[in-house]
């Protein structure tokens, strides 16, 4: 099947660390850029963090200095590290990305986003 597969989130207290993962299950990344979004309870959907093919990377202004993207291309993964987290970074967390799949019938590629992994920040 194919489908992105988020992992690592959990409940921290203020000031620690978490890493998400974001694996492609059945298919391969393509070229184009990758991106962790989250939704705040009662806000809408914003885009975290960034990285494309060749490795550049962009970041949403409250998470700069904090959170750091990377990419495992052999793996078919890609890691969000959060550190020194505040309460505010509460939220779902979403990987968003185009997958290569395929089959006897040829490759296609289309738009995915995961399932989603809560990150509670506790103060």
């Known amino acids: 099947q194919v489908q992105l597969v988020e992992s690592g989130g959990g409940l921290v207290q203020a000031g620690g660390s978490l890493r998400l993962s974001c694996a492609a299950s059945g298919s391969t990344f393509s070229r184009n850029g990758i991106g962790w979004y989250r939704r705040a309870p009662g806000k809408q959907r914003e885009l975290v963090a960034a990285?494309?093919?060749?490795?550049?990377?962009n970041y949403a202004d409250s998470v700069k200095g904090r959170f750091t993207i990377s990419r495992d291309n052999a793996k078919n993964t890609v890691y969000l590290q959060m550190n020194s987290l505040k309460p505010e970074d509460t939220a779902v967390y979403y990987c968003n990305a185009d997958l290569i799949y395929c089959s006897g019938a040829g490759c296609s590629t289309n738009n995915y986003w995961g399932q989603g992994t809560q990150v509670t920040v506790s103060s």
């Open positions: 990285i494309s093919s060749p490795g550049n990377t």
